[in-house]
């Protein structure tokens, strides 16, 4: 599964992040969530609820940080966000009711199109707790 082995990486960056800052617990995780990333918010919340006990690492919030999509010309270098769609886009989740992706760059026609970081999924920030006798430094 798909979702089983993100909520293990991210369970695993928690600790590691824990262990090398000296968190005594961690409150939040936010994820940065890319357009076209694969990833199934209800599972993986499931699934980390499991994963973070084994972790020992408690019950973090996770907040999902969806990104808008960038979409980069290779012709003319353009760069330019898009909001997503409230539907999603249509190549994900192979969904009807969602957006067609952009095909060409918006300013000069090209159809040399990317997006960069459209997948991206990564671990963007956590906050945690340091214990009271290290707070001051
Ligand atoms: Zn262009």
Request: a negative charge; one cysteine or more; aromatic letters at 8%.
């Amino acid at each position: 599964m798909h979702e089983y082995s993100l909520a293990c990486s991210i369970a695993e960056i928690c600790r590691e992040t824990a262990d090398a800052h000296g968190l005594i617990t961690i409150e939040r995780i936010v994820l940065a969530v890319g357009p076209l990333a694969v990833v199934h918010e209800e599972t993986l919340r499931f699934l980390f609820d499991e994963v973070a006990q084994e972790y020992g690492i408690g019950r973090p919030e996770v907040v999902f940080s969806y990104q808008p999509l960038s979409v980069r010309c290779r012709r003319c270098g353009s760069e330019k966000a898009i909001e997503p769609p409230e539907l999603g886009f249509r190549e994900i989740w192979h969904n009807p009711e969602g957006a067609p992706l952009p095909t060409r760059c918006d300013s000069c026609g090209a159809t040399e199109i990317e997006f960069p970081g459209a997948s991206r999924f990564d671990v963007e920030g956590i906050e945690g707790e340091i214990p009271d006798d290290a707070a001051g430094d």
